[in-house]
């Protein structure tokens, strides 16, 4: 059986145009009420909940590239949103800390997330949410595995 590979009916496609989407969505309105990037709000986000993160934690954490995250915290450093401190677990590294003022942003952002993602999912049932969220993270377990398989030829 020859299938054609039609992009419209292609799943990792669909999906990732669909977090194209809904990040440009969420892009635009951080952008225009906080000054944030997407990578920046992400680390804030992490570090907010983390309490206290070194660089390499935020790469895991967020899946996104060493310049990308290096980029995000000198940014974020700048405008006196992130501090860095000693790490004394390792002396190599930094942890990267909300300083008050980020604190104060990310208390007023997450509202702002939260009715983003209420808006986008309004059409949905609770149940569907759910299933929606199981669905999900099984998608990204099959991927952790596959990318796991393809490292370890």
Known sequence: ????LLLDDFLPYRLSIASNRVSDAIA????????????????VAVIAESGGITQQALCVATLMDKVTV??????????GLVERSANTGDKRSHLLQL?????????????????????LFASFSAQEIDRLRDMLARVQAAAEAMEQRATDQ
């Open 70 to 79: 290096s980029r995000g915290a000198i940014a974020l450093v700048d405008r």
């Open 28 to 43: 635009s309105t951080y952008r225009s009420l906080f000054g944030l990037r997407i990578p920046e709000w992400r680390l």
């Open 99 to 119: 300083t008050p003022s980020g604190r104060a942003l990310y208390e007023q952002v997450a509202p702002k997330a939260l009715l983003i993602e209420q808006e």
């Open 1 to 4: 059986m020859n299938k054609r």
